[in-house]
Each structure stands twice: as structure tokens, then as C-alpha cells.
């Protein structure tokens, strides 16, 4: 199934993709399963395969608003520099690492597929980066690697959007450089696991105003889904509804000569074969 959520009268709903449009199962099941991460957390899957099942279209998809698939994830997690030739782009002789590197997303720091994204007032520096995303479906710590499929519920993606000259203002983290808000999206939807296999291949292509900037695939990922899933619930419990942002390819702005910074107007898309197409355009920072 392709699950999304959106926006509609102010209310968060959400729905699955069918011919012709999008189920509502908020009208159809919310009773039981109220939003996406509950029907995830509560093995509502087949409930909602069964709503979708016959009727049709409730919505035209073209006039949602749709929002990050998971609004509110417990817990977000991004991993760094975890496709290969990544570790050459910074260009500081390192050897590669043997764990991953991670750190946090807010989720006010993402919208949905569609929404803008904004480029900061403070900074020239607003950079893409395109990747995989897996979401968790079942509880779980400690999992070992050959245990770590069955967690997870599906995918979609992810425009990482950074801040690269706020990456640096502390000595330890980046956090600053990743949370500016609005800067970043997931979406459109999660396909879930059942109808694309998270072993994979997948591929990964960004483009900006239609130009490839990034392409590659998980076949070339340093850290794989199963290493993730293991390596985190190692320290933290993963619950239904987290979010694992996978790295991104080598191509991001940063590293072109001179850097190809976002501007507003430009059109980023975020796309995997399987999974579809996340796009965004940028515009200026909006005080609200």
C-alpha cells in the first residue's frame, strides 16, 4: 500500500492511494486507528487494505496538502556520509569510519511532499541532499541484523536540507545546520513493505530544476538498513512510527566548485523508482 497524510479544514487526516485518487481512512477507520503512526503501531494494516479495498476515490490527490507521512515521530534519527566516495568529499584524508555518524531532526524541521521549503534569512549556504528513508513498524531494542527486517513497516524520502556554515557553530554537532524549520521534507507517502522488499536495490536521484545532481544506489550504502536498525535499538528502544533518514549520495551543493547553493525558486526533486517522487520548491524564509 502508498499511505499519506494531509492537511484538510485545519485537520490532519490521512489516507492510501488508489485508482483514481486517495481513500480517506481517517472517515473510514479513525475511530480505531486515528492517525498514521497509530494504525502503524497497532497492526492496522490489513484494516486498512480492507477500507480501501472496492470504493472509490474519496480525494483527488493533486488538491491535498499533504504532510511528512509520520507528523510526529518519537524519534527521527538522520545517519551522515553513508554512501561510498561520501567520505572522499570532505577531503581531510580520513579513514572511513566504522560506525555510523547520527544526529536529529525536529519534525517541525520537515514538511510534506508539495509544501515549500524555505531557505534561510541568515544564511547564502541552504544545500539538498536526497535520501532513503525506512520506517519503523515494530518495536524493538537490541534486534540483530538478520532480525532487523521484519521492523520495518516501509519507505519513502527525504530532502535532508542543511545549513552548511550553521553546521559548524559548535565544536560537536550539527544540530543547528539541520533543524532550521521548514528547511527539509519527507514524503510523499510510505510504501510499505509488503509491495517494495526494504533488501532492495533502491536507487536515488536528485535533481534541481531537472538537473541531476545526485544518483546512486543502496547497493553502495557503507551502513545497510539491517546494520541501522541493529546499531540503533543497540542504545534505543525503536518504537512504530520512528523514522531512519539513510544518508545521502555524493553531489550534494556543497561540494560542486564554486558551491550551487538553493535558491528561491528552485524545484527540488527527490526520487526513487519504487517509492515516486518527493518535490519541493524553495522559497524565502516566512516570519509567521
Same mark, same amino acid.
Given at each position: 500500500?502508498?499511505?499519506?497524510?494531509?492537511?484538510?479544514?485545519?485537520?490532519?487526516?490521512?489516507?492510501?492511494?488508489?485508482?483514481?485518487?486517495?481513500?480517506?481512512?481517517?472517515?473510514?477507520?479513525?475511530?480505531?486507528?486515528? $492517525?498514521?503512526?497509530?494504525?502503524?503501531?497497532?497492526?492496522?494494516?490489513?484494516?486498512?487494505?480492507?477500507?480501501? @479495498?472496492?470504493?472509490?476515490?474519496?480525494?483527488?490527490?493533486?488538491?491535498?496538502?499533504?504532510?511528512?507521512?509520520?507528523?510526529?515521530?518519537?524519534?527521527? +534519527?538522520? #545517519?551522515?556520509?553513508?554512501?561510498?566516495?561520501?567520505?572522499?568529499?570532505?577531503?581531510?584524508?580520513?579513514?572511513?569510519?566504522?560506525?555510523?555518524?547520527?544526529?536529529?531532526?525536529?519534525?517541525?524541521?520537515? #514538511?510534506?511532499?508539495?509544501?515549500?521549503?524555505?531557505?534561510?534569512?541568515?544564511?547564502?549556504?541552504?544545500?539538498?541532499?536526497?535520501?532513503?528513508?525506512?520506517?519503523?513498524?515494530?518495536?524493538? @531494542?537490541?534486534?540483530?541484523?538478520?532480525?532487523?527486517?521484519?521492523?520495518?513497516?516501509?519507505?519513502?524520502?527525504?530532502?535532508?536540507?542543511?545549513?552548511?556554515? +550553521?553546521?559548524?557553530?559548535?565544536? *560537536?554537532?550539527?544540530?543547528?545546520?539541520?533543524?532550521?524549520?521548514?528547511?527539509?521534507?519527507?514524503?510523499? +507517502?510510505?510504501?510499505?513493505?509488503?509491495?517494495?522488499?526494504?533488501?532492495?536495490?533502491?536507487?536515488?536521484?536528485?535533481?534541481?530544476?531537472?538537473?541531476?545532481?545526485?544518483?546512486?544506489?543502496?547497493?553502495?550504502?557503507? *551502513?545497510?538498513?539491517? *546494520?541501522? /536498525?541493529?546499531?540503533?535499538?543497540? *542504545?534505543?528502544?525503536?518504537?512504530?512510527?520512528?523514522? /531512519?533518514?539513510?544518508?545521502?549520495?555524493?553531489?550534494?551543493?556543497? @561540494?560542486?566548485?564554486?558551491?550551487?547553493?538553493?535558491?528561491?525558486? $528552485? #524545484?527540488?526533486?527527490?526520487?526513487?523508482?519504487?517509492?515516486? /517522487?518527493? @518535490?519541493?520548491?524553495?522559497?524565502?524564509?516566512?516570519?509567521?
Amino acid at each position: 500500500m502508498r499511505l499519506l497524510s494531509y492537511l484538510e479544514n485545519e485537520r490532519e487526516r490521512y489516507g492510501a492511494i488508489v485508482e483514481g485518487g486517495v481513500v480517506d481512512l481517517t472517515a473510514r477507520i479513525g475511530d480505531d486507528y486515528p $492517525d498514521l503512526k497509530a494504525l502503524i503501531a497497532r497492526n492496522g494494516l490489513s484494516a486498512a487494505r480492507e477500507a480501501a @479495498r472496492g470504493p472509490s476515490a474519496d480525494r483527488d490527490l493533486s488538491s491535498l496538502t499533504l504532510l511528512p507521512p509520520i507528523t510526529a515521530p518519537e524519534k527521527l +534519527w538522520c #545517519v551522515g556520509v553513508n554512501y561510498r566516495d561520501r567520505n572522499a568529499e570532505y577531503k581531510d584524508k580520513s579513514d572511513l569510519q566504522k560506525y555510523p555518524s547520527l544526529f536529529v531532526r525536529n519534525p517541525s524541521s520537515v #514538511v510534506g511532499s508539495g509544501q515549500p521549503i524555505e531557505k534561510p534569512d541568515v544564511s547564502e549556504q541552504y544545500d539538498y541532499e536526497g535520501e532513503l528513508v525506512i520506517v519503523i513498524g515494530e518495536q524493538g @531494542r537490541h534486534i540483530p541484523p538478520e532480525q532487523a527486517w521484519k521492523h520495518i513497516f516501509g519507505m519513502t524520502l527525504c530532502n535532508e536540507g542543511s545549513v552548511r556554515d +550553521w553546521l559548524h557553530h559548535g565544536k *560537536f554537532n550539527v544540530t543547528q545546520g539541520k533543524n532550521f524549520d521548514r528547511s527539509g521534507s519527507i514524503g510523499p +507517502w510510505i510504501v510499505t513493505a509488503d509491495e517494495l522488499d526494504p533488501r532492495g536495490p533502491h536507487d536515488i536521484v536528485t535533481r534541481v530544476n531537472g538537473e541531476t545532481r545526485q544518483q546512486d544506489t543502496t547497493e553502495r550504502l557503507m *551502513f545497510t538498513f539491517d *546494520f541501522l /536498525i541493529s546499531y540503533l535499538s543497540t *542504545f534505543a528502544t525503536l518504537k512504530p512510527g520512528d523514522v /531512519i533518514v539513510t544518508g545521502t549520495p555524493t553531489g550534494a551543493g556543497a @561540494r560542486f566548485d564554486p558551491p550551487r547553493w538553493l535558491k528561491p525558486g $528552485d #524545484v527540488v526533486e527527490v526520487e526513487s523508482s519504487g517509492i515516486g /517522487i518527493l @518535490r519541493n520548491t524553495v522559497v524565502a524564509e516566512r516570519h509567521m
